[in-house]
Structure formats: structure tokens, C-alpha cells
């Protein structure tokens, strides 16, 4: 039985906040589809500190205020699915890896930014308050897929970028469970989808996840392979 610890807290919704402020991401342009009303608070808190940005929690002790509804409502419901779903959970990613997973304790942290980042080291997921309850499924199981992946492959030979493409594109396997268990699919990044298509098509042939990604390490760590030809 997984034990899982859901918590709303304010230092952990603005570490949200400024990480997104103050790193880059390589698989999308974030600024495309992050909503409008964000960006002000975007250029508050960009080249800031973590300490440096403790002013913004003024800002969010008002939006905790305006939206406390709509919060309560999801943590509320989202608690009750995922509570409800949590063996599902549990067989569905041991099923998928062929492995137990590697812990039953997990920590939840609800936050106000459209950000849902993982900290593997302590076993956190950070969950959007402004989704749809049925979402907190498909999240936590995106997540603790990666975290699967990691805790089991910590040895691949692969390249940084290489090891973070190939782990991003494995999720695509969630959609065998869609919609049975998933409110929405796995649609990954779009600097993803011709490596998730031929991924997907291999997994189809194999069904067996170290066969898999075997197979995929083989061929990103063959000499002059270059992710570029996946794009």
C-alpha cells in the first residue's frame, strides 16, 4: 500500500515559482503555454534567489485568499480519486516496469503555478491546484514512472541529454492505460513525439520494459547516432 503524504505549503509553492523563473527548459518554449495571467509574477521573480524571492509570499497569501474555493475543492477531490486509485497505482507501474517500486512513501505538494516538477532525492511531486481532480492520476503516475526509470537505470552510458530524452519519451507506454485509468493521455513534449511514436511502436513488439530500453540505449549510444535524427 503506497503511503502518501499530500501537503500544501507556501515555501514549497514559491520553490515552484522560482525554479520555472530561473531555469531553462530544453523541450519547450514555456512561455507559449503558460497562461497569461502568470506573467507578471514571472518578471518579479526572475534572476532571484530562493531567499531573495521570499517577498512573493505576501503575493500568494492573496491568491490562497481569492482562490481558496477552487483550492479546497481540488485538494479535496483530488486527495478522495487519488486515495481511491492508490493499489491501481501501485500495479499499474509495477506491471509497466516488471519491478516492485522501490518505496511506498511519497509526498504530494499542492501548488498554485501550472509546474508539476518531481524531487526524486526526497520523493516529492509537486500537483496543479487549478486542473481537474482526475488529473492528480495521470500526474503522479507520469512522475513515478521517472522515478522508476532513475531508481533502475542508473547506469545506462547514456549522455545527460540522452538519458533525460529517452525518460521523457518512456511515458508514451502510459497510454496503454487510457482512459481505463488515465483522465487524459500522455501526450509528452513536442520535441518528443517522433522518438515517442517509433518508442511506442517498439513497445508494442516487446512488452517488456528492460527489453525496451535496452534496445533504445543501444541505438542512442551507437557511434555518430545523434538525438537530431528523432526530431
Not at 520555472?20 to 532571484?48: D, G
Not at 492505460?177 to 488515465?182: F, N, S
Request: proline share 3%; charged share 25%.
Amino acid at each position: 500500500m503506497l503511503d502518501i503524504v499530500f501537503r500544501f505549503d507556501i515555501e514549497k509553492d514559491l520553490k515552484n515559482r522560482v525554479e520555472w523563473c530561473n531555469t531553462v527548459s530544453h523541450w519547450k518554449n514555456r512561455k507559449q503555454w503558460l497562461p497569461a495571467r502568470y506573467a507578471p509574477y514571472i518578471s518579479l521573480l526572475k534572476w532571484k534567489t530562493f531567499l531573495e524571492s521570499q517577498f512573493f509570499i505576501e503575493t500568494l497569501k492573496h491568491i490562497y485568499q481569492e482562490k481558496n474555493k477552487q483550492i479546497e475543492y481540488f485538494i479535496g477531490e483530488s486527495t478522495k480519486i487519488l486515495q481511491d486509485k492508490i493499489s491501481i497505482i501501485k500495479r499499474t507501474l509495477e506491471e509497466i516496469i516488471g519491478k516492485l517500486l522501490y518505496t511506498d512513501h511519497f509526498t504530494l505538494n499542492f501548488t498554485t503555478f501550472p509546474r508539476c516538477p518531481y524531487d526524486i532525492k526526497n520523493n516529492e511531486i509537486w500537483i496543479y491546484v487549478f486542473d481537474q481532480p482526475q488529473s492528480i492520476i495521470w500526474t503522479v503516475l507520469h512522475e513515478l514512472q521517472h522515478f522508476m526509470f532513475i531508481h533502475y537505470f542508473p547506469n545506462t552510458n547514456l549522455k545527460k541529454n540522452e538519458f533525460e530524452f529517452l525518460k521523457e519519451s518512456l511515458t508514451v507506454i502510459l497510454n496503454d492505460y487510457y482512459p481505463q485509468i488515465l483522465f487524459r493521455e500522455d501526450r509528452g513534449y513536442p520535441l518528443h513525439q517522433k522518438f515517442r511514436t517509433l518508442l511506442y511502436q517498439k513497445w508494442k513488439e516487446v512488452k517488456n520494459f528492460d527489453m525496451l530500453v535496452e534496445y533504445w540505449i543501444k541505438i542512442l549510444t551507437k557511434d555518430a547516432i545523434s538525438l537530431q535524427i528523432f526530431l
